[in-house]
């Protein structure tokens, strides 16, 4: 049995055997920085702290400014790519773990477009954003949808037990202060 330990002021895990003896197989755990510089597809979309969201950055509060590691606008940099698809908004980094954020209108009729850019988000990490997937919250839900005017999806409709099905609940603000 092997067991990791993680040093991180290289970055890098190193996998020990049960000896305590380093194995030659060394994996590097990339930065979110680095995972967006790694994904051809928002290659040079990387910002600093939530500078990404424009306008929306004030519906993300973080507990400690220094942890926001940046963010990306995966709708600005990939609608060339995929024009008519189902895009996903943005994405940032607090505390080495990433949240997926969509910015959308929060009525009966917009959660089937929301199921739909989600399943766009998972397609995506998976096949095109491997190393940003890697780092997707463990602590809390990743995706978060905040919406953009009031909520109107009653708790007795269909719609609303499928975005509690799918983790998808539109929240006024998203909150990170663990």
């Known amino acids: 049995m092997r067991v990791k330990q993680l040093i991180s002021s290289q970055n890098i895990l190193l996998m020990k055997n049960k000896k305590g003896k380093r194995n030659k197989k060394v994996k590097e755990i990339l930065t979110f920085k680095q995972a967006v510089e790694a994904t051809p597809d928002i290659v040079s979309g990387y910002r600093t702290g939530l500078s990404a969201l424009a306008g929306y950055s004030s519906r993300v509060t973080v507990a400690d400014t220094t942890k926001l590691e940046g963010s990306v606008d995966i709708d600005a940099e990939t609608t060339a790519i995929y024009p ?95």
């Open 84 to 178: 008519n698809a189902n895009r996903w908004d943005y994405a940032i980094a607090y505390k080495a773990e990433v949240y997926f954020i969509e910015v959308h209108s929060a009525n009966t009729s917009e959660v089937g477009r929301m199921l739909k850019k989600l399943q766009w988000l998972k397609d995506w990490l998976n096949s095109k954003a491997p190393e940003i997937n890697k780092l997707k919250a463990k602590s809390r839900n990743h995706y978060i949808w905040i919406q953009s005017k009031s909520v109107q999806i009653p708790k007795n409709t269909p719609q609303y037990r499928n975005a509690v099905k799918n983790g998808i609940l539109p929240v006024k603000t998203f909150e990170l202060d663990f």
